[in-house]
């Protein structure tokens, strides 16, 4: 059994309203993530990570066609709250977010000490004086020295102003932060600087992290749980330790075979073919058409099982696995 | 010699081992202006680099942003002048070309951009695209163009080729994209093909795939490849040999083997420690990082511009004198005092 005591969601849709028809860029997740618990959410670009991470967080463009399913924190369903009481009750309150490229989205023109500590006074109507020292314990936290709290965005480096942005989602405590690519942009040496501070605040704060990548190898530095998200939906979910050593489903595979790796002499290998596009999918596994182990059953949709307390989407566990969610009709 | 009608295996036995570019103590610094006139200082973005590259080699400058590889990159490109020193291609000196030489230049080297969409003409077919460099180096022939553009494309296996030639760039996906870059790079037939991280925009299942095709070319056609990169883990099934680059300087050159087997200078360790491989045992231990950031080109510390975030530094030597390379082995070498 996967652990979704903090977050279990299940069918959840968002689709987008586009020029060229309808983007099934969420399309029946179902996933789960325990207290104080990393679960790193990996997947191509284009396969909806970042869409998952807006939906959960409800932060949603104009163009939703549709928005649907469960999102349970810590037992209450947030899709039935409504957009006030999800602002009020739910967002930054009990989940914050590090979107992507968030450190070169500080505002440049207020301290970097202001912008942390206000979400504090948004959301629990602090003064600026004790939201202010709230925030220099938070740059404690994440390895900034307190003296940058008077300093502008422009005067941080990358490294630095993407600590600010984690201090940000930090400051009210929430008992989730969803990480969208939060390494991506920047150096080896930082990027590793970063990963060791989110294991120091996992470990002091208590809190639970989503951390969305395509980063395989770095992401490996935080994770306890792996999702992998494939055309829309999560493919597999699995402790991180037997998602390394030797993954479920045919994708996270080749996902895995397509790292290259610096201390094991194994050549990387490519998955050939493309995602497909998540306009009109077509009933059946999304990852049949690239999939080297496809069978006759392929072409319906796959319902999830689960093997050992890991999920997998996937035909080939029919056998061997206990069925946890059935197929969606075509 | 034209290069267009040897076959690559004359041309291996012809050259092989034989330096076809050299970088002499190359030195770009960019003068900073006061009111737009008075001088406040230089950035040293490349301060002080020397190699050679042979024909059909392929080498790898890693460094993080900010170290000089670009710069480095652009100055062989022939964009930058050098401040000093020198950089001879096939016995020419390239700051010495005029612009009709430049040109002769440019078509021996080809140049892959680290963002495809970016690089490529978003109101231009793939055809006019690969095109309009034969145009501009006389190749006046329109069947001779439009089968070297076929033959070109064949070679970065987009198949079916006519599907491909009236398509614009957004109608790619980033893999064909930078395989249409690959192709523009290779379709003079140069003999140096300079890659900028030319997989960090693309998706990891199909980095390999690019990196593996580069190869390939390389081994078809016998290129000299420079790839600039960041990531270590990549470099080793696609190059020969490994310079690290540290704040404007070359700081450890090494065959790939030697350099991930038996790495020596302290930065270039605190970089391989840095890089994860996908592990679960990652996430239980801390990774131990070098303290501080890489220094201001423009005030560069004095000696070692690694000793203020080095653990090894040794006071009085580190951070007084600059070191020189010292040769560890037969082509490593490290520029650190800890092997005087």
Request: with cysteine; net charge negative; hydrophobic share 40%.
């Amino acid at each position: 059994m996967v652990n979704d005591s903090l977050l279990r969601i299940r069918d959840l849709k968002l689709h987008f309203r586009t020029t060229k028809g309808v983007v099934q860029a969420v399309d029946g997740v179902r996933f789960g993530l325990g207290h104080n618990e990393a679960v790193v959410v990996i997947g191509e670009s284009g396969c909806g990570k970042s869409s998952l991470a807006k939906a959960v967080l409800r932060l949603l463009p104009r163009n939703v066609d549709t928005y649907s399913g469960e999102v349970y924190l810590n037992g209450t369903d947030t899709m039935k709250l409504d957009e006030e009481a999800f602002r009020r009750q739910v967002r930054w309150v009990k989940m914050s977010m590090v979107p992507q490229a968030a450190m070169n989205a500080l505002n440049p023109v207020l301290r970097v000490g202001d912008q942390v500590a206000e979400p504090m006074m948004v959301h629990y109507g602090v003064g600026k004086d004790e939201a202010l020292a709230q925030a220099r314990r938070m740059f404690e936290h994440v390895g900034v020295p307190t003296d940058f709290m008077q300093r502008y965005a422009f005067e941080l480096s990358g490294g630095m102003r993407q600590r600010v942005a984690i201090a940000m989602s930090l400051v009210t405590a929430p008992a989730l932060i969803i990480l969208d690519e939060p390494t991506s942009a920047l150096d080896v040496l930082t990027q590793a600087n970063i990963m060791n501070m989110l294991k120091r605040i996992k470990e002091e704060m208590e809190t639970s992290f989503i951390l969305i990548t395509h980063d395989i190898a770095t992401s490996s530095e935080l994770a306890d749980k792996v999702g992998v998200m494939y055309a829309g939906q999560i493919v597999e979910v699995s402790d991180a330790f037997r998602f390394f050593s030797g993954p479920l489903h045919p994708y996270s595979q080749k996902l895995m075979a397509s790292v290259p790796r610096l201390r094991a002499d194994v050549e990387p290998e490519f998955i050939t073919g493309q995602p497909p596009s998540l306009f009109g999918l077509k009933p059946g596994c999304r990852f049949a058409p690239r999939c080297p182990a496809r069978f006759g059953r392929c072409d319906q949709n796959p319902p999830v099982y689960e093997v050992d307390g890991r999920e997998v989407r996937c035909w080939l566990y029919e056998e061997t696995g206990t069925l946890v969610e059935a197929a969606k009709e075509a | 010699m034209d290069v267009a009608t040897s076959t690559p295996a004359e041309s291996k036995v012809s050259r092989a081992g034989q330096t076809m570019l050299s970088v002499q103590d190359l030195r770009v610094w960019f003068e900073l202006r006061r009111w737009g006139f008075g001088h406040a200082g230089s950035v040293r973005a490349v301060d002080g680099v020397s190699f050679d590259l042979g024909y059909g080699e392929a080498i790898a400058v890693v460094g993080e942003s900010g170290c000089g590889k670009s710069t480095l990159m652009k100055s062989i490109l022939g964009l930058h002048l050098p401040t000093e020193g020198e950089i001879v291609f096939e016995g020419t000196r390239i700051s010495d070309l005029g612009s009709r030489r430049m040109q002769w230049y440019r078509s021996h080297v080809g140049y892959v951009q680290q963002d495809p969409f970016g690089a490529l003409p978003p109101f231009m077919t793939v055809s006019s695209i690969l095109e309009e460099p034969l145009i501009i180096n006389g190749v006046n022939d329109p069947h001779e163009r439009s089968e070297r553009v076929v033959r070109a494309l064949e070679e970065v296996k987009l198949s079916p080729v006519e599907d491909v030639l009236p398509k614009f760039p957004h109608m790619l996906s980033g893999g064909q994209q930078q395989r249409v870059v690959i192709a523009r790079a290779m379709i003079l037939q140069p003999r140096l093909i300079v890659a900028d991280e030319p997989v960090s925009m693309l998706d990891a299942s199909i980095r390999v795939e690019i990196l593996k095709l580069m190869r390939t070319l390389q081994e078809a056609h016998e290129l000299a490849v420079i790839y600039i990169t960041h990531d270590l883990s990549t470099v080793r099934y696609f190059s020969e040999r490994i310079f690290v680059m540290y704040a404007g300087q070359v700081v450890e050159k090494a065959k790939v083997d030697d350099l991930l087997a038996d790495a020596s200078h302290p930065y270039t360790l605190a970089l391989l420690a840095a890089t994860s491989d996908p592990d679960p045992e990652n996430a239980l231990t801390f990774k131990d990082v070098p303290p501080g950031e890489p220094p201001s080109l423009v005030h560069p510390p004095a000696g070692c511009r690694f000793h203020p975030r080095c653990s090894h530094a040794i006071a009085g030597l580190c951070d007084a004198k600059e070191p020189p390379e010292f040769t560890l082995a037969p082509s490593h070498t490290a520029a650190c005092w800890l092997f005087r």
